[in-house]
């Protein structure tokens, strides 16, 4: 194995202290970042410690060598007992802000310290990042005491050192903290980017893209007029028996298989996958965005999703499907609260329905409206005159082929 992979497994054991199965991806970002910040707290506490040792400094050395041990013994009872890690950075914290003033008061008060309190500044941004706000505030509260008493109790006392402010050591503290505060930040935006990727993700899984931009910038209602658009329902012919041979897990693999391949041919061609119910299936073209060749292309996915599945064996099963057809003016929108979605009304979803419904096994029935649209582009043979349940008697027609396909095999 490399160096660096070497690194970045250790690197891995180290950020993994304190995880367990059910832990929330929020809180194991949150926990990466602060046993990290431990780990460096601790070669830097041992660094000074060794160094105010050889300086003579003995309880300076103390505090530092003891502040590391502090935190080594919190990681261990984190790894030990990756549930209690609230009350473990509570009592860390807590140390901290004992341990720096004391360091402080020992170098006789802010100045000649060359501001070690700023150290304690790392509670607060630890708790903020790891306990939240409501914790951060209240540390931050107890911050600005420890500054208060480090600040006024060197008035008061004989310091144990004394030793003059160092602008070198002013800048390593200012520097360290600075350096601390902003890998932190790094590694905080870096998680919540992340997670809003993620989340994003998800809504564009959900809806179509220009419904997304609209829910994150639009807070009203989201509701469409559409003069024209086309609709598309297919449905797995005999399902119900079918589905009753079959165990759960074949049940749902061969949906997702035949879904997944719809979905698939739907990206392709630009269109708007609307929803599944049970075995159907219905897209919708000319929606969010309105456009003029939603009926042809709702033609094209229609003869693909035939195609396909006349020329496909799923699980060992032949399937066929009913796919009806219709265009006409549509109202879209968002409904709901709670588990809301995108969805279609109108008297031109219904008839596309009923044209899905009342169709033949393994055929494309298309309604008269877009047989019109599409009629130069793609063979139809007329079906007649049907009665359609709530509709009355309707003109149906069956999609056969594209034109350009039948003009190459006469040739």
């Known amino acids: ?41 601790v070669v830097l506490n041992m660094s000074s410690g060794l160094t105010e040792l050889f300086s003579g400094h003995g309880w300076l050395a103390a505090a530092a060598l003891g502040t590391s041990a502090v935190i080594l013994t919190a990681l261990a009872s984190l790894r030990a007992r990756p549930r209690s890690f609230s009350r473990i950075l509570n009592a860390l914290f807590l140390f901290t802000l004992v341990v720096v003033p004391i360091e402080t008061i020992l170098l006789g008060g802010l ?24 914790a951060a505030m209240v540390w931050f509260a107890a911050f600005l005491v420890v500054v208060t008493v480090a600040a006024v109790v060197p008035v008061w006392v004989e310091p144990r050192y004394v030793v003059e402010g160092s602008t070198a050591l002013l800048a390593v503290n200012i520097g360290g903290v600075a350096v601390l505060t902003f890998a932190s930040l790094v590694y905080f935006v870096r998680q919540r980017d992340r997670l809003q990727q993620q989340s994003d993700d998800l809504l564009h899984n959900i809806f179509p893209d220009e419904i997304v931009r609209r829910l994150k910038t639009d ?10 658009a086309s609709v598309l329902f297919a449905d797995v012919v005999d399902f119900t028996p079918l589905s009753a041979g079959m165990t759960p897990s074949e049940l749902v693999g061969l949906l997702n298989d035949v879904f997944s391949t719809f979905d698939r041919l739907v990206a392709e061609l630009g269109l708007e996958k609307i929803k599944t119910v049970g075995d159907e299936y219905m897209v919708a073209a000319g929606v969010p965005v309105a456009r003029d060749d939603h009926a042809s292309l709702l033609a094209e996915l229609a003869l693909r999703m035939r195609d396909h599945v006349a020329a496909e064996s799923f699980d060992g099963h032949g399937i066929r499907l009913r796919i009806g057809i219709n265009s006409g ?9 709670h588990k809301f979605a995108y969805d279609l009304w109108g008297d031109a979803v219904n008839t596309a ?34 009665a359609v349940k709530g509709k009355g008697e309707m003109e149906a027609y069956f999609l056969v082929a594209r034109r350009s396909d039948q003009d190459s095999d006469r040739t």
């Open 1 to 41: 194995m490399s160096t660096s992979g070497r690194v970045g497994r250790w690197r891995e054991r180290l950020l993994s202290i304190g995880s367990y199965p059910e832990e929330p991806d929020t809180q194991r970002g949150r926990r990466r970042i602060t046993v990290g910040m431990a780990a460096i707290f």
């Open 111 to 134: 100045q000649p310290s060359s501001a070690q309190i700023l150290w304690g500044n790392l509670v607060v941004l630890g708790a903020l990042i790891a306990l939240g706000l409501r």
């Open 219 to 228: 807070n009203g209602m989201v509701a469409d007029q559409f003069d024209s």
């Open 329 to 337: 003016p549509v109202v879209a929108g968002v409904i709901g609260t």
């Open 353 to 386: 329905s009923r044209m899905e419904s009342e169709g033949v096994p393994g055929s494309i029935q298309v309604s008269a409206a877009t047989y019109e649209l599409i009629r130069n582009a793609f063979v139809c043979e007329p079906r007649g005159v049907i």
